[in-house]
């Protein structure tokens, strides 16, 4: 709804239960149109259920969501006092304006404008609006919310605001039937009734938690080919997808977007229907999920055939959006196609930068953990657990960024990481160099065959702030003469093309040494900038939490805005800020 600009004054940016701060978030709040005195001034906010890992324009009526919002001044206000306005539109109901007290009054453009708080103005105010507002609690269920936001330095008619409101709806109760796109079975899960998913999907489907969801079969969502807007499988939080034990899973096609929004207290769960029963040891069970998207891979003609017939990906859009997944669990998979090919927990296959991935846990896959098929998409708070090949793994020219990354494994386990840029062609462009910082590679004593980081094939990767427990085979290899040539080919020509820097490792962890290594891998660590071997004191109940000798390390972190600023090498510093907690399944 519009305003006349002078009365414009009323622009939310104050408060609900007050005026307060947010911790950093990991997805980009939604940008709101700029008006009025200071065209420069940025103003953006949404609403979220999960601390701002992602931002939902429609949220379930029992979810409780947050209205966060953020202005940043134009630099001449900043360090000026400002008055911060807030003005909610319930269409159909009307609209409030905050005061000062934080109570929100009735308020038609012919009232005054008043601020819900005076402070000086810093080159970021972030604010929060409403705090754990549940729709059904409140009788509020299938309405819209606006929030508009604003300031103002001097008088009231300079206001500055944003033209669009800061905006979501609160969902109508859940349907007592199973949601279009599914059908009811028999039986239940998880103390739900059941609803099932076959064959391709091509028409938006929405999964609400009142409900367990069956796999039958290879499911798809979208059509391989990429045309018109996307296909969307929506899951609400707190529900559990699941697949009978064999080659049932679930593939996002080029044409799709799996957006699984999941929360803290109530993750979206992809797990088998012997959950209930399952053991440390369990593990192979359904087929896993597959993102095909259109970003750019190293592949001869830009497009590859999914492993199993899972689908086409790969295309010229690095930007390309598969989804979001955010708050997931994955427990179980990696069926065997064949005796030599398992699918992985989540294969990330040509998918771009526009795919949100934050918050995601792989638990006991027979194949990798999380494979990178080339493509863009970036990553952070990701756990990997018990998976019996490599947590993490790459190929085909995958050039994302990753952040807090904690990874243990068990007797089965092969690599933490396992790096490879084309394995017909090892210098295929665009190479593979993902930028990755704050891992933490915790090995397991009994294990035959446990290794950390192989990187190989040609590769590039930056990686930094790690630390690596003791590990049977190896701590660190390198292999393929591309890819030392690609480091630099020796020790004194090391270009930067692959590092691993502000790293420790325990002291005692192998180097691997193979016959025509061009330079020894234990000298390549030793030369990377910050990096020890040393004790390496992690603790916890997983043993993946630092302790003060580990917290006593330098870190350095990248500059680029993606990646926290953090004190601490590692995946997680202490107890205070284990982003592990809570939402993370252990056996």
């Given amino acids: 709804m519009n305003f006349k600009r002078t009365k414009m004054n009323a622009i939310a940016s104050g408060v609900a239960l007050g005026i307060a701060a947010m911790s ?46 953020t202005i940043k001044p134009a630099a001449a206000d900043v360090g000026q006092v400002g008055n911060l ?7 159909g109901v009307g609209f409030f304006i905050q005061n000062s007290s934080g109570e929100f009054l009735p308020w038609t453009e012919a009232d005054p404008v008043v601020a819900a708080s005076t402070k000086t103005l810093a080159a970021s105010e972030p604010l929060t609006i409403f705090s754990g507002l549940v729709g059904s609690a409140v009788g509020a269920t299938n309405v819209d919310v606006q929030a508009f936001i604003g300031y103002y330095t001097d008088s009231v008619a300079n206001i500055s605001y944003s033209s669009t409101p800061a905006n979501f709806s609160i969902a109508a109760a859940a349907a007592s039937t199973c949601p279009t796109g599914t059908t009811a079975v028999s039986g239940t899960f998880k103390n739900k009734s059941v609803c099932s998913l076959s064959g391709r999907i091509e028409t938006d489907t929405h999964l609400t938690s009142n409900f367990s969801y069956i796999l039958d079969g290879a499911v798809f969502i979208g059509a391989d080919e990429v045309s018109g807007s996307k296909t969307k499988l929506i899951i609400d939080e707190g529900t559990t997808v699941f697949g009978q034990q064999g080659l049932n899973f679930l593939t996002i096609a080029r044409n799709g977007q799996l957006h699984a929004n999941g929360s803290a207290s109530k993750p979206v769960i992809f797990t088998y229907e012997g959950d209930d029963t399952a053991t440390a040891a369990t593990s192979g069970q359904w087929g896993g999920i597959i993102l095909n998207g259109n970003a750019p891979l190293n592949v001869s003609g830009g497009t590859a055939e999914g492993e199993g017939s899972t689908g086409i990906y790969g295309g010229p859009d690095s930007a390309d959006s598969s989804g979001v997944l955010t708050y997931v669990q994955v427990k179980y998979a990696g069926q065997n196609i064949t005796e030599d090919n398992e699918l992985n927990g989540i294969a990330f296959q040509g998918t771009g930068s526009g795919t949100l991935v934050d918050y995601v846990q792989v638990h006991n896959n027979s194949d990798d953990g999380i494979e990178f098929f080339g493509g863009t998409t970036n990553a952070k708070h990701i756990v990997l657990t018990g998976n019996e090949d490599d947590a993490l793994d790459w190929t085909f020219g995958w050039s994302g960024k990753a952040q807090f990354i904690a990874i243990k494994q068990n007797t089965v386990s092969e690599h933490c990481i396992e790096a490879d840029n084309n394995g017909d062609d090892n210098d295929a462009l665009p190479r593979s160099n993902p930028t990755i910082s704050n891992l933490t590679c915790v090995g397991d004593a009994a294990a035959g065959g446990d290794a950390g980081f192989r990187l190989r094939e040609g590769t590039s990767a930056k990686i930094s702030n790690v630390v690596m427990s003791a590990h049977n085979d190896y701590c660190l290899d390198i292999d393929q003469t591309a890819t030392f040539t690609n480091a630099g080919g020796s020790i004194a020509a090391l270009n930067g093309n692959l590092t691993l820097t502000n790293s420790r490792l325990l002291t005692g962890c192998p180097f691997s ?18 990096s020890s071997l040393g004790e390496v004191d992690l603790t916890g109940t997983i043993g993946w939490m630092n302790g003060p000798i580990l917290n006593a390390i330098t870190a350095s972190i990248p500059t680029d805005p993606f990646f926290e600023q953090v004190d601490h090498i590692g995946a997680i510093k202490d107890a205070s800020s284990d982003w592990t907690a809570g939402w993370t399944y252990s056996d």
Avoid: C, K, W, Y
């Fill in 85 to 91: 306005v807030v003005i909610i539109n319930v269409p």
């Fill in 24 to 69: 950093a978030q990991a997805a980009d709040q939604p940008i709101l149109t700029t008006a009025g005195a200071q065209s420069s001034a940025v103003f953006t906010g949404g609403a979220t259920i999960n601390g701002g890992a992602s931002f939902l324009s429609e949220v379930p009526a029992d979810s409780a969501v947050d209205l966060i919002v």
């Fill in 513 to 530: 040494a193979s016959e025509g290594d061009l330079f020894s891998v234990a000298d390549f660590f030793g030369a990377q900038t910050g």
